[in-house]
């Protein structure tokens, strides 16, 4: 895998297009313009509302692109993520937003073939710097996948097993790590008294509030959601969303949802991606409510994706 080093560097190899709100009858339906362009492979300036630039960003993306062998799955993403609030990527199946989400701990380096340009910085601290200890910038950010991937081992040994990785051991440090994870993912008061069973016997539900415990045990600077409920039922479902906002209290949190409903409820910004690139990015009420570009109301009103 390659990957530049220079964290200022913006990928733009042609002028960007840039867009106006425009709702022109075309053959009796709307007309896209971003949408046309990003198919015919014209490079777009997206829609980013004036509010996010007065968050402080946690993780910065710029100019952001990646590569499967030939095949271009991200295309000069930039965006901020502001610290303290839940931002939700939106978009239909395949635009790139769960690539994008695993590019910021570099999990994409396990694919043979990848390459990167442009850069990502972690609260001021390039991601994919030359230098940089990808194990140690992991530690720094906390990841629950589609899944509950529970390891095979002890509910108390899950939720630690992250601060035992990293040379912790002692017993009263861990009791107490353990609870306060637990606490936070609002499953202690239904495990308590279960520490050492083993995590397999939960359910669905509760595998993957033990998944969030065990993401949020050492206190990440950003705590990456990929697509959460999309294996649970309603019930659990809910109880997911009701963590996330409780959560978000205390971290930065950017999940990716298939959703539309789900991303209303529990984000504070929402961005809409499409074949890899960024579309519109906004306060949540503003990208549901009152959106910029017609694009973004037919999608997530579900009159387009």
Known sequence: ???????????TPREPVRVQRIAAAHGGGRK??????????????????????????????RGFCLWYGRSQALHSISMRVPRGRVTAMIGPSGCGKSTLL??????????EGVRVEGAMLLNGSPIYAHQVDVID??????????????FPMSIFENVVYPLRIDGESRRGVLREACERSLRAAAIWDEV????????LGLS????????IARAVVADPEVLLLDEPCSALDPIATIKI????????????????THNMQQ?????????LMYLGRLVEYGPTADIFQNPRLPETEDYVTGRFG
Do not use: W
């Open 241 to 256: 969303e009701e963590l996330i906002h409780e959560i978000s209290q205390r971290y930065t949190v950017l999940i990716v």
């Open 263 to 271: 991303a209303a409820r529990v984000s504070d910004y929402t961005a």
């Open 204 to 211: 669905g539900g509760q595998q993957q509030r033990l998944c």
């Open 137 to 150: 910038l992991r530690k720094r950010m906390g990841m629950v996948f589609q899944k509950p991937n529970p």
């Open 102 to 111: 695993r590019a910021v701990n570099r999990l994409n380096d396990l694919i």
């Open 192 to 199: 308590k008294d279960r520490l050492n069973e083993s995590a």
């Open 32 to 61: 896209y313009q971003v949408i046309d362009a990003i198919r015919r492979g014209d490079p777009v300036e997206p829609v980013v509302h004036e509010a996010l630039q007065r968050e402080e960003a946690v993780l910065e993306v």
């Open 1 to 11: 895998m390659t990957h530049a080093a220079d964290p200022t560097r913006t990928v």
